[in-house]
T-cell receptor, first 115, second 113 residues
Framework: DTEVTQTPKHLVMGMTNKKSLKCEQH?????MYWYKQKAKKPPELMFV???????INESVPSRFSPECPNSSLLNLHLHALQPEDSALYLC??????????????FGQGTRLTVV | GENVEQHPSTLSVQEGDSAVIKCTYS??????FPWYKQELGKRPQLIID?????GEKKDQRIAVTLNKTAKHFSLHITETQPEDSAVYFC????????????FGTGTRLTVIP
């Protein structure tokens, strides 16, 4: 299994809603990431988890709350979002071998629309 | 933090011609440079990568070159085909272990049949 699976594929939510994005991988990767990608722009890093611990938070607003319940799962909890948060949210994973950078595998993304 | 610049933003070539995309990076500590292809509505997929201890790497029609002194790296696609049409992103990473990838702004490549 060489896939990163994200659910849901599409999500429309109101500004007062609470929703969660889910990401799953079974490749034994110990690093997992959330990226945000706006139309015609590159992916922007939001969070990095290494061995289930948050290692990087790229100054993301608190209305985005990540969670890593175990080494295979990564969630992104959403609350009180703004319309400008509408974007493609990509999850990725990589082996996280020390002293060696390795390929990051991306999921297909969740296309989020905030209304 | 790292700053990655990518040129050109759009590129059109005739089928069978070569395409070259160039990137520069700012942090000399960067040591891993992947290239991703993203088709419309799909996930970014790695097509080739290079580490800082190597100057060139080739995989069939795709090659990447790295000049650490000048801090730039390039993607070369030969014998282009219509299915090569996509957006290509370069990236740089300054950490070992968990990749903190900094992406370039992307190049939209169109291969004209």
């Amino acid at each position: 299994d060489t896939e990163v699976t994200q659910t849901p594929k599409h999500l429309v939510m109101g500004m007062t809603n609470k929703k969660s994005l889910k990401c799953e991988q079974h490749m034994g990767h110990r690093a997992m990431y959330w990226y945000k990608q706006k139309a015609k722009k590159p992916p922007e890093l939001m969070f990095v988890y290494s061995y289930e611990k948050l290692s990087i938070n790229e100054s993301v607003p608190s209305r985005f709350s990540p969670e890593c319940p175990n080494s295979s799962l990564l969630n992104l909890h959403l609350h009180a979002l703004q319309p400008e948060d509408s974007a493609l949210y990509l999850c990725a994973s990589s082996p996280d071998r020390q002293a060696l950078n390795t390929e990051a595998f991306f999921g297909q993304g969740t296309r989020l629309t905030v209304v | 933090g790292e700053n990655v610049e990518q040129h050109p933003s759009t590129l059109s070539v005739q089928e069978g011609d070569s395409a070259v995309i160039k990137c520069t990076y700012s942090d000399s500590a960067s040591n891993y440079f992947p290239w991703y292809k993203q088709e419309l509505g799909k996930r970014p997929q790695l097509i080739i990568d290079i580490r800082s201890n190597v100057g060139e790497k080739k995989d069939q029609r795709i090659a990447v070159t790295l000049n650490k002194t000048a801090k730039h790296f390039s993607l070369h696609i030969t014998e282009t085909q219509p299915e090569d049409s996509a957006v290509y992103f370069c990236a740089a990473s300054i950490r070992a272990g968990a990749n903190n990838l900094f992406f370039g702004t992307g190049t939209r490549l169109t291969v004209i049949p």
